[in-house]
């Protein structure tokens, strides 16, 4: 056989067999995971129930308490039966959120006001029936709080929802810590 012959014998047989492996291994690869599509406009969730009915807003008002060290506004019906304080330690510049009830340790609640919602991690206070959080002034979610008309919603881990009006007041608070 002419070498010409042999080499185009050769070629066509290696031609084949890569043409055969390759197809071989197409089979054999996984096909490609589709990637997630970010999208700057959020999807409604189904709803099985319909409109989340509000509660009514809680009883009380916005009371304001400023000394030399400390500054509070404080919601509910008195000092004594407080739902809800801003508190500000003005040495140290502390801000935090008080609210009325107990969890055992650390639980997630769920802010809510001038369209915007966090999480805020909560955790009881030694010896009181009280969650406290440290809260950064700059979060926008307590914005709503302090505004006239304005309306902020907590909601605690098992789902009760509670709704307060907004005040200037807090803005005192706010300022202190500043």
């Known amino acids: 056989m002419p070498p010409s012959t042999c080499l185009a014998a050769f070629l066509s047989a290696a031609l084949l067999v890569a043409c055969s ?4 291994q197409a089979e054999e690869m996984p096909e490609p995971t589709p ?33 030399p060290t400390h500054v509070s506004a404080t919601y509910g019906p008195d000092y004594d039966q407080s739902r809800l304080t801003f508190s500000c330690e003005k040495d140290i510049r502390v801000l935090t959120l008080t609210l009325a009830g107990t969890a055992n340790g650390v639980a997630s609640y ?9 999480r ?15 809260i950064d002034i700059a979060a926008p979610v307590f ?22 009006p907004g005040s200037p007041l ?6 202190a810590c500043a």
């Open 110 to 118: 769920i802010v809510e006001s001038g369209g915007t919602a966090a």
């Open 35 to 67: 990637t997630p599509q970010w999208t700057i406009t959020p999807s409604p969730l189904p709803s099985e129930t319909g409109p989340v009915e509000l509660p009514p807003m809680a009883e009380g008002e916005w009371m304001l308490n400023n000394s």
């Open 170 to 175: 807090i803005v005192d608070v706010f300022r």
């Open 143 to 164: 914005g709503g709080f302090a505004v006239e008309g304005g309306e902020g919603r907590i909601t605690d881990p098992g789902g009760a929802m509670m709704r307060v």
């Open 21 to 24: 492996q390759g197809a071989h």
């Open 120 to 134: 805020l991690d909560m955790r009881q206070v030694e010896g009181r029936q009280s969650m406290r959080a440290e």
